[in-house]
């Protein structure tokens, strides 16, 4: 006798390799059978989730959700999860050494969403820093307490974010990045390095060169590491100036094991990502990034700092527009999911409890809609383009508890 059935579903998962038609059941919390038909099984509930994709629990590698401490910055964990039907979330970087404590204790024990993190390399963590860039140099970071608190916290903290992008690399060069492979190395967790402009460069600076950035970059990267923001319209991302992908950058995730994130935000383009794709950068992840400069929230009213803010976004996205989109760049479904399950599972390295449904599993799940239609979708660089399917959350169950969709962060479908 199960507690409850989701049934008539199309499973996709890529981890167990199976794709196709089959029923799911739920015992208190964990997943207790996967069969093709459980239609002569007993259970007290059924859900029909027939025309519906049903996958494991989905994962945001790229969240924002230290709500009230990290400013306008922070959203709220569950909107951004289960009520968006995710079912874990990573901060990344928003908690530092300094500020972790408060991380656990009002975000992540609180919340629904399984909420993890990659701790901030620098004390400050992510403090709205794009306003106060000289808190992000070396003397901003401190090596051994960092490590130190990331190794009495790995059951929530999964990795280690720092930013390489050319208004730091005017004041400082690579040298915060350096510190920051150091502290993964010494605590063996994966590195996450947001690539794209963030901070204005330093008034006496010469600007330096976006391509070298990447070129002196790149090779600081290990298996594992993860580099995010390929799409990015700002400079200092994949696409070089002379428009191709850098080379090196190829060369990195192809044959050394190198991470890409999608970290989609307002950095998204969807001419860069034709460039990036074509060359045969195929994401890993596909962290949503959304914060509270480039998603509306509920309390939004106009406000001239926001919309001064380099961050600042108006085409509506989330985890499962980010899907949509790459769907409509031509990237397969099942790509997609393993983006959202398997693939952040493994980046987390939690492979053995999330990312794929197994009897025993916790029932983490995620139910979509793929509707067929005309839609529109927009970048903030101003693009706009149809698609012919929307990928759309209906619910997910978390622990084997039933979500609705609720978040006012999940976009409305706009019809083309
Ligand atoms: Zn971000």
Not at 91 to 120: K, N, W
Not at 207 to 216: F, H, N, Q
Not at 369 to 392: M, Q, T, W, Y
Request: one cysteine or more; aromatic letters at 6%; glycine letters at 12%.
């Amino acid at each position: 006798m199960h507690d409850m059935i989701i049934e008539n579903g199309t499973l996709i998962d890529p981890a167990a390799g199976r794709n196709g038609r089959f029923d799911v059941a739920i015992t208190q919390g964990k997943i207790s059978a996967i069969e093709p038909d459980l239609s002569k099984a007993q259970a007290s509930k059924r859900i029909d989730a027939a025309g519906q994709v049903v996958i494991p629990g989905m994962i945001d590698t790229h969240a924002h959700v230290y709500q009230y401490v990290t400013g306008k910055f922070g959203l709220n964990a569950d909107m951004v999860g289960v009520q968006s039907g995710v079912t874990t979330i990573v901060d990344q970087g928003g908690p530092s050494c300094m500020t972790i404590g408060g991380f656990r204790h009002y975000v992540a024990e609180p919340s629904t969403t399984r909420s993890l993190c990659f701790i901030s390399c620098y004390l400050v963590g992510g403090l709205e820093g794009h306003l106060y860039p000289d808190l992000y140099g070396p003397g901003g970071v401190n090596k051994e307490h960092t490590i130190k608190v990331a190794l009495e916290n790995l059951d929530m903290v999964r990795g280690i974010k720092a930013h390489a992008e050319i208004g730091g690399q005017s004041r400082w060069g690579l040298d915060v990045i350096k510190i920051g492979k150091e502290i993964s190395r010494e605590t063996k967790l994966p590195l996450y390095i947001h690539l794209g402009q963030l901070w204005p460069t330093a008034d006496s600076a010469e600007i330096p060169d976006a391509d070298e950035l990447i070129r002196e970059l790149t090779p600081l990267m290990e298996p594992g590491d993860i580099m995010a923001h390929p799409f990015t319209r700002h400079p200092g991302g994949f696409v070089s100036s002379t428009g191709e992908v850098h080379p090196i950058l190829l060369e990195a995730v192809h044959n050394h094991g190198v991470r890409v994130d999608v970290g989609h935000g307002s950095h998204f383009s969807f001419e860069v990502a034709r460039i990036a794709l074509d060359a045969g950068i195929l994401p890993h992840t596909l962290g949503a990034d959304m914060h509270g400069y480039n998603v509306t929230v509920p309390s939004g009213k106009a406000d001239g700092d926001r919309e001064a803010n380099p961050f600042f976004g108006v085409a509506p996205f989330n985890l499962t527009i980010a899907m949509t989109e790459l769907l409509h760049l031509g990237v397969g479904l099942e790509d997609i999911i393993a983006m959202v399950t398997s693939n952040p599972a493994s980046m987390l390295g939690m492979e053995d409890e999330i990312g794929s449904l197994q009897v025993g599993r916790p029932a983490d799940i995620s139910v979509l809609a793929i509707d067929s239609g005309r839609f529109l979708l927009s970048d903030n660089s101003g693009a706009e383009e149809v698609s012919d399917k929307l990928i759309r959350p209906l619910y997910c169950l978390k622990d084997g508890i039933h979500h609705d969709v609720t978040s006012p962060l999940v976009p409305e479908a706009i019809a083309a």
